[in-house]
T-cell receptor, first 111, second 113 residues
Framework: GENVEQHPSTLSVQEGDSAVIKCTYS??????FPWYKQELGKRPQLIID?????GEKKDQRIAVTLNKTAKHFSLHITETQPEDSAVYFC??????????FGAGTILRVKS | EAGVAQSPRYKIIEKRQSVAFWCNPI?????LYWYQQILGQGPKLLIQ????????DSQLPKDRFSAERLKGVDSTLKIQPAKLEDSAVYLC???????????FGQGTRLTVV
């Protein structure tokens, strides 16, 4: 089955700096890679996703890149703001529609 | 559109007691997931349904956990008997079939004492 590893587990950045979170996956058949943001006590919410036929996708300050050969994908947040502070989870959708999550990254944006 | 509904929001039980959680997915979503999220960890998939059939339950502790999805809509997850290590947030999510967004409910926070 799919194994998703996520790094780092915690990340502190100064407001305005960029943040990068990286994930690797094991199942080469995985074809959909969403990123979720979870604020304290709240449900995970999708912030961006990428499909395996695309190498990069951008939405305002957030971008995701995918390297299928190396089986890794990354989340990039530019011009970070205090409201970006949260836990971020990557996930991979393997064959059979099974959505497997990474362990999460706690992002702290210091103002 | 209405989101994924879960109840109850919180539950405190003693070990060895039983508990049940309920989930109502977004209308039209054939895929339904139950995840267990222990504090500080990522969601761990317990069971996945497509319509009323089980797609994957490889990580469901079947000696104490059970789940069903009657008529391919609502779902219940039951724990009997509960253990201390079952304390977690139980998240339900639903999606259309295929590589599309999974929408999460608010979750049920279970505390076993």
């Amino acid at each position: 089955g799919e194994n998703v590893e996520q790094h780092p587990s915690t990340l502190s950045v100064q407001e305005g700096d960029s943040a990068v979170i990286k994930c690797t996956y094991s199942d080469s058949a995985s074809n959909y890679f969403p990123w979720y943001k979870q604020e304290l006590g709240k449900r995970p919410q999708l912030i961006i996703d990428i499909r395996s036929n695309v190498g990069e996708k951008k939405d305002q300050r957030i971008a995701v890149t995918l390297n299928k050969t190396a089986k890794h994908f990354s989340l990039h947040i530019t011009e970070t703001q205090p409201e970006d502070s949260a836990v971020y989870f990557c996930a991979a959708l393997e064959y059979g529609n099974k959505l497997v999550f990474g362990a999460g990254t706690i992002l702290r944006v210091k103002s | 559109e209405a989101g994924v509904a879960q109840s109850p929001r919180y539950k405190i039980i003693e070990k060895r007691q039983s508990v049940a959680f309920w989930c109502n997915p977004i209308s039209g979503h054939a895929t339904l997931y139950w995840y267990q999220q222990i504090l500080g960890q990522g969601p761990k998939l317990l069971i996945q349904f497509q319509n009323n059939g089980v797609v994957d339950d490889s990580q469901l502790p079947k000696d104490r956990f059970s789940a069903e999805r009657l008529k391919g809509v609502d779902s219940t997850l039951k724990i009997q008997p509960a253990k201390l290590e079952d304390s977690a947030v139980y998240l339900c999510a639903s999606s259309l079939v295929g590589n599309t967004e999974a929408f999460f409910g608010q979750g049920t926070r279970l505390t076993v004492v």
